[in-house]
């Protein structure tokens, strides 16, 4: 049993760690750090931890929390994670990092996005990308991981079965439209989130500028060995968990169903948090609340000439906490599922 | 003050009918039918009317409404529409549709589409598509006016102002993604709409399937003078009220923000029910619940080198009772605003 | 037509003035004031307004106010009220006070349930309760009125009727319980009220500590002729707008539900915005939203040895907004229900 | 490990029973059967399970149920239950009987408020009720337990600490209301229960006569020693899941904070899944959410002369299926959080 912390231990994100942790059989919490002036109890920030846990959220102390860890979960914001990680990892702790500042392959291009510098350029190329599903083989050995953007995670398994089909689709001018759940905002109180301004309302945000879709366009291009452009649409959808993407591509030519069922069945076979739905069956957020997977539906739309591809996440889990657990394992080589899929139900006891 | 009445008082298209009508000056309300076996009170169905109303909703006896109406809200589901329509028209009475079976241009369209057979063809040629922003000029004089889809209202108000620039627009391959609330799929219970199974979830619905896309199709060909081709993606909400619609089109070139703000101002001036946003102000839903305004925002997303409309209505105000009432005004010659837009708040008493 | 003013126009009790306001047809509005720098368009903070409203919400100028208006709604918070009231009064502008300053018969027990010393005493005297449907005869002719909380709105409407029947029922240790949508709790954002917060969440808040317990009291009292003592408590709950009662009271023997269906039926006679249902129908927040209705039914429970009262109002219409123009045209004297009824729907055409 | 089977597999609390049975160490799943008329994927009512669970929902067959299970869940309808128990006890299956049918301890009393006769009364007598955190002595050795009503489970508790202080409360005349979720409602769409009916609304039901009130007033006799009469009156609230309570009794004279804290403190020592909050601190349904606890409050609200006690359960686990496997836990001699209660957080790794 490895010792865990969180820094950055009162957001949302560290929630959904909190709520996966103790399940995991690997690993012991043993320091919760966030900003406070003074230790304060997790209940405080999630009422269902009352009576569960020992721990107290402390004000950040980087040289405490290596001494008391092995691996910490990193749950800042961007431009701050990446001014702890490097001392982290020089202390030999392995890192997961939920922020979006070692996401980026390119460092230029982080830097254009975030509009920020970044200070830890030669620790970024040592951090893979934390997306156990598409780039497994890049996490073991590794200080630190990355850990995907949510959208960027819905919509590159969405499309990554899809980049060989060149031949049948138009892979230039994706549209995806995505709609995520409130707590996808964090936290912090404003305007935007305050319950009667956004309950019972429907609306587009950042459009045109989602720094989502660099981060996108960055690991599709991987994926495809070539550059591609999409247009990202995000809206804020009045639940509280749950993320939803519609991606449409143009059909070239004639493409059957079950051609496109193929690709993705061949594609994510054996892959435990994708599933791949098919028969008119289509994805919900309700079917994934609270887990790892992906669910993903491919529909050939004859009329409109186009494959409308859909996915369901659960923002904080497989979009978040989750995929951190995910990507823990990945790089302690550990099975994938630890901690994270309950026991199969099956008749053979 | 003429004499209204609404046949298929149940639903709550007839619901929103009923809450506007009251406040229309032209008309009075002087007979409530639908599916009852005896009158019922419209309480019953609509708590807000308690002792607000006087009238029952009685069994259907067409011949009885004939009598003491002389506009009738055809407030049924399609097929059912088409039977009692040209009796109406017949005995003289002004029938404003709010089904699918008077909106197509093409009988064959319709009959293929709705996959029945058309049994008023001749009308349907004196029916015209009840969309007054656009297609005033077709209402008056005319027996019936067909009352547009909740989708259809908004995609056609979305897109009217680009057919014309073509030079700067990809038309082909539009992507339409829209969201609705559950009060779009109507009153009768189901396990799609069951509190706990819809609510906190999010889903695609009729992907590939949906028929007011070939709706939108066939009356953009009207727009643009020749056939264009959309796809179109609708969605389950967990609102009650409201639709939204996130259009997406390739850019050609160098398309300016001013630019499309400039094509919208120009076509939409005037309009009274049309409020284009600009300076980076986009439409929500809650800002146009319970009114017939269509709110519009076209955004320039250089970096997706895409042109995003962004499009609010109330599905069930300017998606169907509003608009019911907006086309009745301009068929009987009123004002279209006519009990539809309160007084101007303003400095001038 | 008399020119009216909204200081504190931000809020969202000004915005049900303003949604309310148009449809009036012996008011013009020419004077917003509040909280802001510089002038700002009304649809910052309110959407639907968006091209409806010619008028800015300026910086605070009692001067000016008084100038340019005959009659001011004061939407501030209860200590600020107190601040501009009296002069506005002075001036001989009439006032329309929306805060808890002015409530209280009693000063000192304001200044303790406040904790606040009170500026004009004096005004408070003249300043009556504007809850025309228990007090009306008190409004005429007073400088100002001082609109009641939402809560005590509910709780008084559904107890006036049963202070005459204390041979039937106990009327010390009636027990109150109130839940409220969260618009009631303003606009100001704060963790409490945060989306992902409040949404799918019960909870109680300011368990007992309300202060509208002693409003609720002193004007029990009044109606009763000596001193009740009820216990109050409240609850939120995650919809927008709605507020629903729960009144248990005992019984002291038999009570036929008819007897008690007396009771209201004769008291609330032509009581144009009280409902009383019977026959078992009880009322929803739903069936008064955005109306200026009280709903109430009272039921007998046997088996509980109670009569259960029940009441819903739209905490900002009924329970603010609403109140507060039925409170204005009852000091006018024009028909209370001035701007706040549709036209009734009937055959009479 | 031993082997358990759901009888009556497509309603909510066996959706939840499949939710949390995967985590519980000591039984296997090994037959679902319910009211179908073929063999069906679980995955048709609980998209989450979607790939996680080879079994089917067969026809109910209560002879291949008995062979392949050692204890049984009978997740069924009241009426329905009694036909089917008998017959697995005499089979020798243990079973956790979550409907109505073996809840009341006088079959007389159960036969008046259900309004049915009783089939199996002399099983009844063998049945405990399966409060365990309360009655948990009753239950070891018995062949089959019933699972309480939700809101009796919360009721109960909530109560319990406090029947012994007749000196400082008044306990007759106890005002319990209670809200709770959609799901209580169970899976069967109907008006009351679409989503465009009940969202964004309150309101109560069953007043006066919901069947929950007998079952609560028996046990509080059974603990009381003497019969006590209480009030209670439930609400619909537009969440999904959670039940929340308010009690109100009367002081009889001067009681204090500390002492009614030091009450529960002492009546739920040790008790792993009753969570008593001090300190102004007070439940909410969130913070149970998918939990099986049961989380406390009571407050002394001095002016309003009155102890409220406030009760938060989730209504599907602690209130039906979390109970159930409690109940299971304390039949089988295991410990009662086992598979409902994840390890603790906590420094000592």
């Given at each position: 049993?490895?010792?865990?912390?969180?820094?950055?231990?009162?957001?949302?994100?560290?929630?959904?760690?909190?709520?996966?942790?103790?399940?995991?059989?690997?690993?012991?919490?043993?320091?919760?750090?966030?900003?406070?002036?003074?230790?304060?109890?997790?209940?405080?920030?999630?009422?269902?931890?009352?009576?569960?846990?020992?721990?107290?959220?402390?004000?950040?102390?980087?040289?405490?929390?290596?001494?008391?860890?092995?691996?910490?979960?990193?749950?800042?914001?961007?431009?701050?994670?990446?001014?702890?990680?490097?001392?982290?990892?020089?202390?030999?702790?392995?890192?997961?990092?939920?922020?979006?500042?070692?996401?980026?392959?390119?460092?230029?291009?982080?830097?254009?996005?975030?509009?920020?510098?970044?200070?830890?350029?030669?620790?970024?190329?040592r951090t893979p990308y934390g997306l156990p599903d598409l780039f497994r083989e890049d996490i073991p050995g590794s200080p630190a991981v990355a850990i995907p953007g949510c959208f960027p995670t819905a919509a590159l398994l969405a499309l990554a079965p899809l980049v060989a089909h060149e031949a049948e689709l138009e892979l230039d001018g994706i549209v995806i439209n995505a709609l995520t759940g409130v707590s996808g905002a964090g936290r912090a109180p404003g305007p935007d989130y305050h319950f009667p301004e956004c309950n019972e309302s429907l609306k587009a945000y950042k459009v045109g500028c989602h720094r989502h879709r660099p981060e996108i366009e960055e690991k599709l291009e991987r994926l495809a060995g070539r550059p591609l452009r999409v247009t990202f649409t995000t809206h804020l959808i009045p639940i509280t968990r749950g993320e939803f993407l519609t991606i449409t591509l143009s059909l070239k030519g004639e493409v059957r169903q079950t051609d496109v069922d193929g690709w993705y069945g061949d594609y994510y076979r054996g892959e435990p948090f994708i599933r791949v739905l098919t028969g008119g069956a289509t994805p919900t957020t309700a079917g994934v609340m609270m887990t790892n997977f992906c669910d993903l539906a491919?529909?050939?739309?004859?009329?409109?000439?186009?494959?409308?591809?859909?996915?369901?996440?659960?923002?904080?889990?497989?979009?978040?906490?989750?995929?951190?657990?995910?990507?823990?394992?990945?790089?302690m080589g550990w099975p994938e599922t630890t901690g994270l899929l309950a026991r199969r139900l099956t008749t053979t006891v």
């Amino acid at each position: 049993m490895i010792k865990v912390g969180i820094l950055g231990a009162k957001g949302y994100t560290a929630g959904e760690l909190l709520r996966l942790l103790p399940g995991h059989p690997e690993v012991g919490l043993t320091c919760l750090m966030g900003r406070v002036e003074a230790p304060e109890p997790p209940a405080a920030y999630f009422p269902a931890l009352r009576g569960q846990i020992d721990l107290e959220i402390e004000p950040i102390d980087l040289g405490a929390m290596a001494r008391r860890c092995d691996l910490v979960f990193l749950a800042l914001p961007h431009t701050v994670a990446q001014q702890y990680c490097p001392q982290l990892v020089e202390a030999g702790i392995k890192v997961i990092d939920l922020s979006a500042d070692f996401r980026f392959d390119s460092v230029a291009r982080y830097e254009s996005v975030y509009n920020v510098k970044h200070l830890a350029p030669e620790l970024n190329d040592r951090t893979p990308y934390g997306l156990p599903d598409l780039f497994r083989e890049d996490i073991p050995g590794s200080p630190a991981v990355a850990i995907p953007g949510c959208f960027p995670t819905a919509a590159l398994l969405a499309l990554a079965p899809l980049v060989a089909h060149e031949a049948e689709l138009e892979l230039d001018g994706i549209v995806i439209n995505a709609l995520t759940g409130v707590s996808g905002a964090g936290r912090a109180p404003g305007p935007d989130y305050h319950f009667p301004e956004c309950n019972e309302s429907l609306k587009a945000y950042k459009v045109g500028c989602h720094r989502h879709r660099p981060e996108i366009e960055e690991k599709l291009e991987r994926l495809a060995g070539r550059p591609l452009r999409v247009t990202f649409t995000t809206h804020l959808i009045p639940i509280t968990r749950g993320e939803f993407l519609t991606i449409t591509l143009s059909l070239k030519g004639e493409v059957r169903q079950t051609d496109v069922d193929g690709w993705y069945g061949d594609y994510y076979r054996g892959e435990p948090f994708i599933r791949v739905l098919t028969g008119g069956a289509t994805p919900t957020t309700a079917g994934v609340m609270m887990t790892n997977f992906c669910d993903l539906a491919a529909v050939v739309d004859r009329d409109g000439g186009a494959l409308i591809v859909l996915a369901a996440i659960d923002n904080l889990t497989k979009g978040a906490g989750g995929q951190a657990i995910q990507a823990m394992n990945a790089l302690m080589g550990w099975p994938e599922t630890t901690g994270l899929l309950a026991r199969r139900l099956t008749t053979t006891v």
